[in-house]
Antibody
């Protein structure tokens, strides 16, 4: 059974940093690209970042480019999102999602339950 | 433009057919994927590529595309199909979601 479990969310002050993690199990992690998608309270989905199976291809939404860094450790079956210079508008539930392919596509077939990030003073 | 536009809300009578649309320039070059999200739950992939349903998705869901518009059709809508539906697609450098369509089954 595929499982994606996010962690690392919490309350953080504007301008500070936070690192999210996603522990994957139930599939061959290094065969698939992975993504972070967020959803602000009561709002729609927003893609944040994606990374290919071997970290050779990485992409970011314009809204986080230069502030967020996605990475993965295939030996640990883990995905990460380093979030710096956080803003109030980064407040959201952050989902980890598995791609259907090794390269970054738009099709995410498994999602975690999310970890909530709240940016507030 | 990378923007994807969806109708905010659509309704359908139980057992009838409903089409949910997604418009955007990127759809002229790339297929959309479609996601269903019920309250308090993570999204579920229901359609991708030209017309591909993931395992476990009922065959009443189908997808199509023409020009700058992608469509998700539910033939014989069921009460359990009531949910928010999101399309996404890509451009040269990024991935974008539509604003979502709230489907009500009457």
């Amino acid at each position: 059974e595929v499982q994606l479990v996010e962690s690392g969310g919490g309350l953080v002050q504007p301008g500070r940093s936070l690192r999210l993690s996603c522990a994957a199990s139930g599939f061959t992690f290094d065969d698939y690209a992975m993504h972070w998608v967020r959803q602000a309270p009561g709002k729609g989905l927003e893609w944040v970042s994606g990374i290919s199976w071997n970290s050779g291809s990485i992409a970011y939404a314009d809204s986080v480019k230069g502030r967020f860094t996605i990475s993965r450790d295939n030996a640990k079956n883990s995905l990460y999102l380093q979030m710096n210079s956080l803003r109030a508008e980064d407040t959201a539930l952050y989902y980890c999602a598995k791609d259907i392919r090794p390269t970054v596509t738009t099709s995410f077939d498994y999602w975690g339950q999310g970890t909530l990030v709240t940016v507030s003073s | 433009s990378s923007e994807l536009t969806q109708d905010p809300a659509v309704s359908v009578a139980l057992g009838q057919t409903v089409r949910i649309t997604c418009q955007g320039d990127s759809l002229r070059s790339y297929y959309a994927s479609w996601y269903q999200q019920k309250p308090g739950q993570a999204p579920v992939l229901v359609m991708y590529g030209k017309n591909n349903r993931p395992s476990g998705i009922p065959d009443r869901f189908s997808g199509s595309s023409s020009g700058n518009t992608a469509s998700l059709t539910i033939t014989g809508a069921q009460a359990e199909d009531e949910a928010d539906y999101y399309c996404n697609s890509r451009d040269s450098s990024s991935i974008h979601f539509g604003g979502g369509t709230k489907l009500t089954v009457l």
